[in-house]
């Protein structure tokens, strides 16, 4: 089984990763990760970074490749305020 990175939405979407890093702070309905990863790599960390690992900074999201459709609809649909569509614009890559 692999996940996607944001990396791999980031390419997907034809979006920078750090839009997807941006969408997902800025955005509390964002699709959550399915996986995260790197929590039990990191030496002293904390039961509550375990149970928090949205708040980790040093965990890597991951998710599901049969959810891309579910994150191209949030896309489409789920981004809400005039400042959405400017955000979407300046992030998108050149074509």
Do not use: C
Request: proline share 11%.
């Amino acid at each position: 089984m692999y996940f996607l990175s944001q990396t791999d939405l980031a390419r997907e979407l034809g979006v920078t990763p750090d839009a997807i890093r941006l969408w997902r702070k800025r955005y509390p309905d964002f699709p959550e990760p399915d996986s995260w990863t790197g929590l039990d790599q990191v030496p002293g960390e904390d039961a509550d970074a375990r149970e928090n690992p949205r708040e980790n900074s040093r965990s890597v999201p991951g998710w599901l490749p049969g959810r891309l459709p579910e994150v191209r609809r949030w896309r489409e649909t789920g981004m809400s305020g005039q400042g959405a569509r400017a955000d979407l614009a300046a992030r998108e890559l050149p074509r």
